[in-house]
């Protein structure tokens, strides 16, 4: 399969993709054919059709997204929510993960309290931003895994990033 490349075009005005994202409904996500991706010089299928006959395992990002159109949990909800989510998801994981920030010191008490727990599910995970100190956080914090934020869409770039 022949990828085709694209050159890079210069925009005016940003595309917020009005038709995907109606601000009075969630987004939506459209999958209307089997998608080819090359990765590393290998191209990977993947059917939304097949995907639908697979085991649903949810990553949750209730203590990252969650808090960022509210005042933030205390330490003491999060790890009432992340109890209640270890026996919601089940001895199997349904709930398979859970980002936690790791930016101030009740962060890291939250993270610290909820992995004291001792529950298999969720694993602890966390989420950085794609700045150099950040990975210091993950590996004081002895996270096994975290999401990495790099924004590239017409929204950030044109009014977060001003450029």
């Known amino acids: 399969m022949a990828t085709e490349v694209k050159p890079l075009v210069e925009v005016d005005e940003p595309n917020t993709l009005d038709d995907m994202f109606e601000y009075s409904r ?10 080819y991706e090359e990765i590393n010089g290998e191209v990977v299928k993947f059917d939304p059709q097949e995907a639908l006959k697979r085991d649903l395992v949810v990553t949750d990002t209730t203590f990252r997204d969650g808090q960022q159109a509210r005042p933030p949990y205390t330490v003491e909800q999060q790890v009432k929510l992340f109890d209640m ?17 790791l930016y101030t010191a ?6 610290d309290d909820c992995r004291a727990l001792g529950h298999k599910f969720p694993e602890v995970t966390s989420w950085i931003r794609a700045d150099k100190g950040d990975f210091r956080l993950v590996k ?6 975290t999401g ?7 929204y ?4 977060k990033l001003k450029k």
Do not use: C, W
Request: glycine share 6%; aromatic share 10%.
């Open 148 to 154: 990495l934020l790099t924004p590239s869409s017409d």
């Open 140 to 145: 004081e914090a002895e996270v096994h895994e």
């Open 156 to 159: 950030h770039i044109f009014y």
């Open 26 to 35: 969630p987004p939506k996500v459209v999958y209307d054919a089997t998608i």
């Open 106 to 111: 009740n962060d890291r008490r939250a993270l």
């Open 85 to 101: 989510m270890a026996k919601l998801g089940g001895p199997n994981g349904v709930i398979r993960q859970t980002e936690f920030f």
